[in-house]
């Protein structure tokens, strides 16, 4: 199911003295109805916002449900950003897309309809999770707007691979596996590079899966930025095999003391320094093609903290983004 998002959702500090000098997000966000016919993007640099309202993987995965209150918690903790776009950048939130009746598929099938709308109207698009289920939702919408020929990266800021098998059900788990065979039954390449992976999150079995499928991966405790050299090394090398790059955050990736919100902490998780650090190599390499946020779970949270982390990174990224 899909909503528009209704006027008077995004809300906040008025600095009513100061004048358009004093304008925030909440001020300066547009609203967007998606249809099957959206317009294309009546700016040069329109940056959108779309929300999957959806913890049904999670559920299946044996997880801490709540990331379906996700959206709604990154759009509160945007919402009094100060306003710092050029003239020429629109600011735009679609709405969101429902998993009703624990109908999973449908959801994400739907989601990728919206996503496909999107990306071929020319608008850069965000995903606001909802667990990581969501991935494979807007997997389907990349895969219907990708132009011919272009080779995907995929870039997964995340604790675990998500490469779990989906013979018996989809999952918060299942996704990039989902997504490999895809991309195989198309004749085209998984190129999948999983930063942030906890060794004791992930059996045997899910490492030798990511070996059969030529997954790579950066453990957690390299993920540092002393290390940060290498790691840029790394990501370039990779970025230049691929035409577009599709960017999944989970917020797991990230210790627990920065992410406690999340459906399965980590508590020798990444710094968020570096994870900056690498999405502002990623973004200036001039092919990010769409990102999302998952995995935070507002029930879990504490004083906010994983959400105002995830805001955070997206002020960045449509900062950056937005120039590019």
């Given at each position: 199911?899909?909503k528009?998002t209704?006027?008077?959702?995004?809300?906040?500090?008025?600095?009513?003295?100061?004048?358009?000098?004093?304008?925030?997000?909440?001020?300066?966000?547009?609203?967007?109805?998606?249809?099957?016919?959206?317009?294309?993007?009546?700016a040069?640099?329109?940056?959108?916002?779309?929300?999957?309202?959806?913890?049904?993987?999670?559920?299946?995965?044996?997880?801490?449900?709540?990331?379906?209150?996700?959206?709604?918690?990154?759009r509160?903790?945007?919402?009094?950003?100060?306003?710092?776009?050029?003239?020429?950048?629109?600011?735009?939130?679609?709405?969101?897309?429902?998993?009703?009746?624990?109908?999973?598929?449908?959801?994400?099938?739907?989601?990728?309809?919206?996503?496909?709308a999107?990306?071929?109207?020319?608008?850069?698009?965000?995903?606001?999770?909802?667990?990581?289920?969501?991935?494979?939702?807007?997997?389907?919408?990349?895969?219907?707007?990708?132009?011919e020929?272009?080779?995907?990266?995929?870039?997964?800021?995340?604790?675990?691979?998500?490469?779990?098998?989906?013979?018996?059900?989809a999952?918060?788990?299942?996704?990039?596996?989902?997504?490999?065979d895809?991309?195989?039954?198309?004749?085209?390449?998984?190129?999948y590079?999983?930063?942030?992976?906890?060794?004791?999150?992930?059996?045997?079995?899910?490492?030798?899966?990511?070996?059969?499928?030529?997954?790579d991966?950066?453990?957690?405790?390299?993920?540092?930025?002393?290390?940060?050299?290498?790691?840029?090394?790394?990501l370039?090398?990779?970025?230049?095999?691929?035409?577009?790059?599709?960017?999944?955050?989970?917020?797991?990736?990230?210790?627990?003391?920065?992410?406690?919100?999340?459906?399965?902490?980590?508590?020798?998780?990444?710094?968020?320094?570096i994870?900056?650090?690498?999405?502002?190599?990623?973004?200036?390499?001039?092919?990010?093609?769409?990102?999302?946020?998952?995995?935070?779970?507002?029930?879990?949270?504490?004083?906010?903290?994983?959400?105002r982390?995830?805001?955070?990174?997206?002020?960045?990224?449509?900062?950056?983004?937005?120039?590019?």
């Amino acid at each position: 199911m899909y909503k528009p998002t209704a006027p008077g959702t995004w809300k906040g500090r008025v600095d009513t003295l100061d004048g358009e000098e004093g304008k925030r997000w909440h001020q300066g966000i547009k609203l967007l109805h998606l249809t099957d016919t959206t317009d294309p993007a009546p700016a040069n640099q329109a940056i959108t916002f779309l929300g999957f309202c959806c913890d049904e993987g999670v559920r299946r995965n044996q997880g801490r449900e709540g990331a379906v209150e996700g959206p709604a918690a990154l759009r509160q903790a945007m919402a009094s950003f100060a306003w710092h776009l050029e003239d020429d950048v629109a600011l735009f939130d679609a709405g969101d897309v429902y998993c009703t009746n624990q109908n999973l598929e449908e959801a994400q099938k739907q989601l990728g309809r919206k996503v496909s709308a999107l990306l071929s109207n020319t608008y850069k698009t965000i995903i606001l999770g909802g667990g990581h289920e969501t991935a494979y939702g807007h997997f389907l919408g990349i895969k219907q707007a990708l132009p011919e020929g272009q080779q995907l990266g995929i870039i997964n800021f995340d604790a675990h691979f998500d490469l779990r098998s989906y013979e018996k059900q989809a999952s918060s788990g299942t996704p990039f596996l989902q997504i490999a065979d895809d991309l195989d039954a198309l004749g085209q390449d998984f190129n999948y590079l999983c930063l942030g992976i906890q060794q004791q999150g992930n059996t045997q079995k899910l490492f030798n899966t990511a070996a059969a499928y030529g997954a790579d991966y950066v453990f957690a405790p390299a993920m540092q930025v002393y290390n940060y050299e290498a790691l840029r090394e790394r990501l370039q090398q990779f970025t230049e095999l691929v035409d577009v790059l599709y960017v999944s955050i989970d917020m797991d990736v990230f210790a627990a003391a920065y992410a406690p919100g999340v459906s399965a902490p980590a508590a020798l998780g990444v710094h968020p320094e570096i994870v900056l650090l690498l999405l502002q190599q990623i973004i200036s390499s001039g092919k990010l093609l769409t990102l999302d946020v998952v995995e935070l779970n507002p029930k879990l949270d504490v004083d906010n903290r994983t959400a105002r982390l995830g805001a955070s990174l997206l002020y960045h990224v449509v900062q950056q983004w937005s120039q590019v």
